[in-house]
């Protein structure tokens, strides 16, 4: 029989078992089943080292894009609380974007008490009868690597260490936990074991049969071609990657980049435009990347050998991608691109002629400032706005997108400088996903491009509130076309030669009085402008620096530009 006297509560021991397996922070989002949570964090103190430092976000979209945004910053997970199923279901939107791009968070919520009598945490409201589901796990089931619900408090810092080790493993990815308040409540013994059980497991490189196979090819190939799309916290994809680009002359497309991964000012950068390049290139290396081109316009030509490289060349959480796969080379993506770049070496290849790639990087650096110039009077363009971002980023600056102009526009920027919105296409992540950057490095320059049909999903003075109270002076610029572009692009796409081509109003994708941003920004306490031309944009984007780096207070620029 354990001795209880003394004891610490299921919920004090959830805390300090995070803070021991390495979690910074404790993303909360409260409800009546943080009872136990709260009464840990009065007992023990805020400020306490042996728990994790507790930031309120008042919406639970925001809570895990926040947390999705510090993992891309600093390769360590964090904790996201919500409230039962109703938190979960606001929270279901950032698990979508954490599971399409491979991040690992643990989400943990409360679940309505399952007792209705005697015990401390025992059902005392109506809401706790209304809100128990049968299967509350189901909401994110499709979303998670692991699942599981907490029974006895006991088994907390086991079931920590589980669902942390699984997120880490690769492919990594989201968990979730769910936490009745009875077993929160109860006490267990003083003095807990609280440290990680499991590790997660660590891929090598893939199997050297397969890459000395991978290393033939491109070794013969005649039109190689290298298709990236993210890369790693720490950089080591990226590096990797350039030095076999280098040393071989590969060409590499960087496309749809959700972590670039690959300057566009590196010689072998061609660009992501695959129209022409993919069906004429002969070996295809496909370097971790899920949506590697879209099949309905571009795919490999008949004879072509198409290598998939990464934890899971098949990316067998999507139910379907027909890419052909000639041969998947399963392993860390870094370590397996530098057994490759040794087999390589160790072959003989005949000097390889550069010419071509040096004409296609030329090329595509010159048509991203074509784009830029032919956006820079009266209403910006995208292009426009990316290359006065990247002006003042420095040399650590970060920025995150949703909506506005993708990495190709962003040519100058190293790896991990630049984050797009996942394959999932979840609106609403920009925003607070740089929040939880921010919160990674208050010191850094982090900068937010969003659409404004994305800003508005952001639950933008939410988005303020945790930016204020929180003194992350985030940069956030909006890009205000008062509609939905991509719908209407969309539309344009599957009916070029429709009634909506020359539609002088698009059903469905325009908002008509749009608020007014920067007002919103100023009432929750931020800096904040309107643009209206794109020549007085430079000078607003210093104006909002000076603003963020004398007062430290978040700012955000309100820009008009004109549709795509």
Known sequence: MKDLNNGISGGELLLRSLKAQGIDYFLANAGSDFAPVVEAYARVGTGSPDLPEPLVVPH????????HGYW????????????????LANGVMGMINARADDVPVILMS????????????????????????????????????WHFELRYPETVPALVSRALAIARSEPAGPVYLSLPREPLTELTAPDPETGPLQVPSRQGAADAEDIATAARWLAEAERPLVICQRGDPGGKVAAALEQIAEAHA??????????KVFRGTHPMAVGPDLSRRLPEADVVLVVDAPVAWIEHQNRPAPGAKVIHLGPDPLHSRMPVRSYRTTLGLAGNTAATL????????ALPRPPRDTAPIAEAHAAYLARVAKAAEAGSTGAASKAFVAQCVAAILGEDGVVFTERGAPAPFYPGLKANRFFGNTPAGGLGWGVPAALG????????????VVGDGSHLFANPVVCHQIARANKLPLLTVVLDNSGWDAVRLSALEVYPDGVTAGAETVPLTEFGDNPDHAAVAEAC?????RVERAEDLPAALEE??????????????NVAVRPE
């Open 544 to 557: 909002a620096l000076e603003e963020i780096r004398g007062n430290r207070r978040p700012a955000l620029l």
């Open 60 to 67: 639970e979209a925001a809570l895990v894009a926040m947390a």
């Open 525 to 529: 306490g931020l800096w904040a402008r």
């Open 72 to 87: 891309l910053m600093t390769g360590r997970p964090q904790a996201a609380m919500v409230h039962v199923n109703v938190g």
């Open 250 to 259: 590969l060409p590499v497309a960087e496309v749809f980049a959700t972590r």
């Open 437 to 448: 950057a921010q919160l990674a490095d208050r010191d850094r320059l982090v900068v937010s």
């Open 338 to 345: 530098g057994a490759l770049d040794a087999a390589l070496r």
């Open 110 to 145: 409360g679940r309505t008490p399952l007792t209705e009598h005697d015990r401390p945490g025992a059902r005392r409201t109506p809401i706790q009868y209304g809100q128990e589901q049968f299967d509350q796990a189901m909401m994110v089931r499709d979303m998670v690597k």
